[in-house]
């Protein structure tokens, strides 16, 4: 909006352009125990994708899996500026569900923010998994794992299989 009212223009495409943004506005980097957790359910053929709120285009945060090496773990990636809607709201878990071809009794989902992923995943009757690596206490007291790195899930996911 604001480049086409001012007559601005760009030699780079807006995926392009989204993609730099991405970079330079996020920063991210790999989690501690992320590639050990992601190897061992990928040995256990687990089915992996990602939902993020996000407001930046899923080809760029694709690009961001490639840069980390990750992306083959996952079969999709859901940003939910593609859909207008956002976590908690229950019916992008249900178009993850419905991607995924799976009930939701059938999937945990594992997130680092209590009021959106963990919230949820619980309205949309998934298992939540939260990565509280702050330690902080639950906004409320519905059923969920609770824990603080990506070791601490694998040690839990170990026991269960």
Do not use: C
């Amino acid at each position: 909006l604001i480049h086409s009212v001012h007559g601005i223009s760009f030699t780079k495409t807006f995926e392009e352009l989204d993609s730099i943004f991405l970079d330079a506005a996020e920063g991210h980097s790999l989690m501690d125990g992320m590639i050990e957790l992601l190897d061992f359910l990928k040995s256990q053929h687990v089915r992996l994708a990602v939902l993020s709120n996000t407001g930046f285009m899923e080809e760029s945060h694709r690009q961001q899996l490639r840069k980390y090496g990750i992306e083959e773990y996952f079969e999709f990636f859901i940003a939910t500026s593609d859909y207008m809607i956002r976590k908690p709201d229950k019916r992008i878990f249900d178009v993850a569900l419905s991607k995924l071809r799976l009930n939701s009794d059938e999937v945990w989902y594992i997130g680092n923010k209590f009021e959106f992923d963990i919230q949820g995943a619980y309205n949309a009757h998934i298992y939540p998994v939260w990565i509280n690596e702050e330690r902080n206490q639950a906004l409320n007291s519905i059923e969920h794992l609770d824990v603080s790195t990506y070791y601490e899930l694998l040690e839990v996911l170990k026991i269960k299989w």
